[in-house]
């Protein structure tokens, strides 16, 4: 890892730029976080990021932002960014994402941001054809002069560290000397998400573990490093930190449907883990209502309701309906009387039936090939979502695969499988989504 500028102040022309922190000494400082908000493009937004802080998350990245953009339209940056966003007293620690593939941009838009964050962020994993178009995101892994230029410059430049996020190769060992070229660049941390390029839509699948424990084996040892991916439960937070021995770990998705994904020290403890629903999404509004300068909040709001809600909008589709009636436009107050009120009249009224206590229960499943377990969660509880792919949701097709290969087992047809074996079928995978940036 490029360690320069660590003692003693950097000097350029006459100004005096203050010492640059190493990935080690920025990880010290900001408390040695274990559980990352990811970077989520409309979604990571001030008040979300508030909320997951207070349901265990330890450090929160901004949605990416485009540098250009960043550096050059006061409307964007309106949009994007305003006067709490990284504020010492309610948006720390922080790491701002940027997706460039021009340094001078990406150093302008940095510097905006520099004194309100912890660290700057390159995102070299967005595999959107936005990004394929613009040149930006995972197609720089094409392009590993664009990458070094990108990151050298803000680590000579900036006064806070760079950081960067990537996706894998195919083969872990170009994987491993691309990691090697980002940190020898100037990058302090480093965010490995365990999907190919082509791992989006319908080709999702399940991140590989295996590659990314590769890639903390390899690197230099003081690496600070955090993965990404095949995280449902709070409970494997921990089995993934303790497969890869990593320094954190990132959620996007899991942690957009329960925000109480982070609290994985929590065991059984439901309210934590699987809080309600009418809670979240009152503490939720609340927050947003507080920092209504935040319009990246409000334009947020909608589609969080839904996701937080959305086991329970299932339920009741009248609730859904109102939700679908309401935008970033809508008043507060329409927003209470419409949604906030009904979700936590009808939870109060499930909360008053006599056998809630039996109803209220989380059941944990057997544990799976995949190396975790599905639970049972009540619908007025924030759950992991499985999406439908080929008709099927992904549970349904791990359940399926299992049928088939204990018949196998059952008829002789194959070896037992090894405890330890990472599913390899498209069918074995829990975690089919779309869309991952
Ligand atoms: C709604 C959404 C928006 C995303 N936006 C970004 C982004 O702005 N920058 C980025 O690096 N990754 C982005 N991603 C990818 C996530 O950060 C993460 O790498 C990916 O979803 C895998 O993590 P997960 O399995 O926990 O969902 C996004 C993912 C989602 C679901």
């Known amino acids: 890892m490029a360690e320069k500028n660590v003692e003693t102040p950097l000097t350029k022309g006459n100004d005096v730029k203050v010492a640059m922190l190493t990935g080690a000494q920025l990880f010290e400082k900001i408390g040695r976080p274990t559980r990352i908000v990811a970077p989520m493009v409309d979604q990571s937004e001030l008040a979300w990021r508030i909320l997951s802080r207070k349901y265990g998350a330890t450090l929160a990245y901004t949605p990416m932002f485009h540098a250009k953009l960043f550096a050059t339209s006061e409307k964007y940056r309106r949009d994007m960014w305003c006067d709490m966003d990284g504020n010492k007293d309610v948006d720390r620690p922080l790491i701002v994402q940027f997706c460039a593939n021009d340094p001078e941009y990406l150093l302008s838009a940095a510097k905006i941001v520099q004194d309100r964050c912890d660290a700057v962020d390159l995102n070299l994993g967005c595999p959107q054809g936005i990004a394929k178009k613009g040149h930006y995101g995972a197609f720089l892994m094409d392009d590993w002069d664009i990458v070094h230029a990108l990151i050298k410059k803000l680590h000579d430049n900036l006064d806070v560290p760079v950081t960067a996020k990537i996706r894998v190769f195919p083969e872990k060992e170009k994987t491993l000397e691309y990691a090697k070229m980002i940190l020898d660049a100037g990058a302090q941390f480093l965010t490995v998400h365990g999907r190919l390029r082509e791992q989006k839509g319908q080709k999702t699948g399940l991140a590989d573990w295996d590659i990314i424990k590769y890639l903390r084996e390899s690197l230099p040892p003081n690496t600070v490093f955090f993965s990404n991916g095949n995280i449902l439960y709070p409970e494997d937070i921990t089995r993934s930190m303790e497969h890869i021995s990593c320094d954190a770990i990132m959620s996007a998705e899991g942690n957009l449907y329960n925000p109480g994904i982070f609290n994985a020290a929590s065991g059984l403890d439901k309210e934590k883990s699987f809080p309600r629903v009418d809670i979240i999404a009152r503490e939720y509004f609340e927050i947003v209502k507080e920092h209504q300068q935040s319009q990246a909040s409000k334009n947020a709001m909608k589609s969080h309701m839904f996701k937080v ?61 995949w190396g975790g377990a599905y639970y049972t969660v009540p619908y007025w509880r924030c759950q992991p979502y499985f999406r439908k792919v080929d008709g099927l949701s992904a549970d349904k097709r791990i359940t399926k695969s299992l049928e088939e290969s204990r018949q196998a087992l059952d008829c002789g047809e194959v070896n037992k499988p090894d405890k330890k074996r990472k599913p390899e079928s498209t069918l074995e995978r829990p975690l089919q989504k779309e869309g991952k940036v």
């Open 309 to 369: 809600l959305r086991p329970f909008l299932t339920h009741h589709i009248d609730i859904r309906a109102e939700l679908a009636s309401l935008n970033a436009k809508t008043a507060f107050e329409v927003w209470e009387e419409k949604l906030i009120r009904p979700v936590e009249d009808t939870v109060q009224r499930i909360f008053q039936q006599v056998d809630i206590e039996q109803k209220d229960e989380v059941f944990k499943g057997d544990i799976e090939l």
